[in-house]
């Protein structure tokens, strides 16, 4: 009685305030836009095309991406089925692991610890758009949403710096606060999404050793990245690993729900299916922006030992 009054109330709560936000446009189209037009704004247009050369950063974000983390997962979940959980759970965990990274999420992490921002761009986007593609959502809409979102208010943030350049320059407006107030808007309404549906039938005990396993494959897969990147014949910079450890590790949203939606399209457990990917993508902000600090002061002072290597 108690429990169930409890989350009709916390679901209630959460159409109450997302109503009047409309998610699927507020989310899906103005704040990703307006994270990739601030990103146009504060990027110099030479650490774009350079971003874009760096062929060995991308083909590592994406085999990570789209080769080693489903087929890590594939594997850890052979050992799970023989355990108690709900298998819709674990056929969503399957899912998670074949999702592209998100357009937003793995950009301003990069962006607020100060990484190569321009790399996390590319391959958000390009990571979205090569499995969106290659599967049956239909192409058209992925292309003209990822180009809408992320290709045209880039390159309106590039045409209006080159107005304001030296205002820009001069002024150095807060890029990094801007991204992180879009960033608390994706969580809060990605949050209300999660709980705002009443049909999720879930026992407590698969919830709580999901989310713990949802940790724990972040946790492990960025020190994996982390390490892959950092080794001494690597040739990848503080900033390059930075973007590595977001982009490799996150998975879209925006993606996977349509996705999941054509994929097990009739299945009435589509809601438990969709349970994982609801978790991952909080838990994915959540632990980067603890992290933040950490990799931000591990960046410095690589950067510091670098300068000083050069100096000598």
């Not at 692991?97 to 761009?121: D, H």
């Not at 939606?261 to 299945?267: Q, R």
Request: proline share 5%.
């Amino acid at each position: 009685g108690g429990r169930s009054e409890r989350w009709v109330s916390l679901c209630s709560l959460c159409l109450y305030f997302l109503g009047p936000l409309k998610p699927e446009i507020t989310i899906t189209y103005i704040a990703v836009s307006a994270i990739f037009f601030n990103s146009g704004l504060s990027l110099k247009t030479e650490e774009l095309t350079s971003a874009l050369m760096h062929v060995k950063l991308h083909l590592f974000v994406q085999i990570f991406t789209l080769v080693f983390f489903p087929t890590a997962i594939w594997l850890f979940l052979q050992l799970l089925s023989i355990t108690p959980i709900n298998e819709w759970l674990l056929k969503g965990l399957q899912t998670v692991g074949c999702m592209p990274p998100p357009v937003s999420s793995a950009v301003i992490l990069t962006k607020a610890v100060g990484g190569n921002e321009a790399a996390a761009i590319f391959n958000s986007a390009f990571g979205s758009f090569l499995l969106g593609s290659s599967s049956s959502v239909p192409f058209t809409s992925i292309f003209s949403q990822l180009f809408m979102t992320v290709v045209v208010p880039l390159i309106i943030g590039q045409i209006v710096r080159r107005y304001i350049k030296d205002w820009l320059e001069r002024k150095k407006p807060p890029f990094g606060a801007i991204s992180s107030c879009v960033l608390l808007m994706i969580i809060y309404t990605t949050f209300c999404d999660t709980f705002a549906n009443p049909n999720i039938d879930l026992d407590k005990f698969s919830l709580i050793i999901i989310v713990f396993i949802i940790f724990s494959v972040q946790m492990s897969f960025m020190f994996l990245t982390f390490l892959f990147s950092t080794r001494n014949n690597s040739s990848f910079t503080p900033a390059d690993t930075v973007a590595i450890i977001f982009c490799s590790t996150h998975k879209s949203l925006t993606l996977g729900i349509p996705m999941l939606k054509i994929v097990f399209a009739g299945y009435e457990h589509l809601s438990l299916i969709s349970v994982p990917l609801l978790i991952y993508h909080p838990a994915q902000i959540l632990l980067g922006s603890l992290l933040v600090p950490t990799i931000k002061s591990w960046m410095v002072s690589r950067q510091k030992v670098r300068i000083a290597g050069f100096d000598l």
